[in-house]
């Protein structure tokens, strides 16, 4: 991403507003030994499958899903097949790709951060899914450096606009364009009332996209988390 930018003459800084651990206790791992039983486990992040492979358990047993097609690329590099992405690689895609499946299957469990959203676990529980859900990982907001005002903020997640909504007042914003990754991202930021567009996809060519059209050959803030 840095890189695309880059090459199109933005200053780009980088800036982490979470960070993510593992939960390794001892019930969370008799829990993750139990989601193995379900015919699909989903890991809805790189860092939920961070946090798996802390756990110490192997994947085996269900067919594997991802929200996001980042994860899928990580799973199938350790020789892991992955059956299901969402298309928008997110979780209502996800959930969508998951009711066109024939037979339906009739459990899924999922892995997920305690600031995970239940669109996926309602949905499916709905269509009448058996669904297992467990915390696999905490995400932990972290403070920007309040001297970085860039042109332009680029924010990943619900939680990194969080993150930016308690360091920062909503006067010192004001001249910042920002460009949310999501629909959720996007209405975080819509209900603290700051202007900004949506990218069209989530992946590099979408955001770069989205920053070209909001500002030309100024300096651009890529608000980024793992």
């Not at 920007?144 to 606009?161: G, I, T, Y």
């Not at 992946?203 to 890529?222: F, M, P, R, W, Y």
Request: with cysteine.
């Amino acid at each position: 991403m840095a890189e695309a930018l880059a090459q199109h003459g933005f200053r780009v800084l980088h800036q982490p507003l979470i960070a993510t651990k593992p939960i390794l206790s001892e019930k969370v791992k008799i829990a993750a030994l139990e989601l193995l039983t379900a015919e699909l486990l989903v890991l809805t992040s790189p860092s939920c499958l961070k946090a798996w492979e802390a756990l110490g358990i192997m994947l085996v047993g269900p067919k594997l899903a991802t929200i996001g097609e980042k994860t899928a690329e990580r799973l199938r590099l350790k020789g892991l097949e992955v059956s299901l992405t969402g298309e928008a690689q997110n979780a209502k895609s996800l959930t969508e790709a998951f009711l066109e499946l024939e037979p339906l299957p009739k459990s899924v469990a999922i892995a997920k951060s305690d600031r995970g959203l239940d669109i996926l676990e309602s949905s499916l529980s709905q269509a009448g899914i058996e669904v297992k859900s467990l915390i696999i990982y905490q995400t932990i907001l972290k403070r920007p450096d309040l001297n970085l005002k860039p042109d332009v903020m680029v924010l990943a997640s619900p939680s990194a606009v969080e993150a930016l909504a308690k360091a920062y007042q909503a006067k010192d914003l004001t001249e910042i364009k920002f460009i949310a990754i999501g629909k959720t991202t996007s209405q975080n930021l819509a209900s603290l009332g700051f202007n900004h567009d949506i990218s069209p996809s989530p992946n590099t060519a979408g955001i770069l996209e989205a920053v070209l059209n909001s500002i030309s050959q100024k300096d651009v803030a890529i608000k980024t988390f793992l």
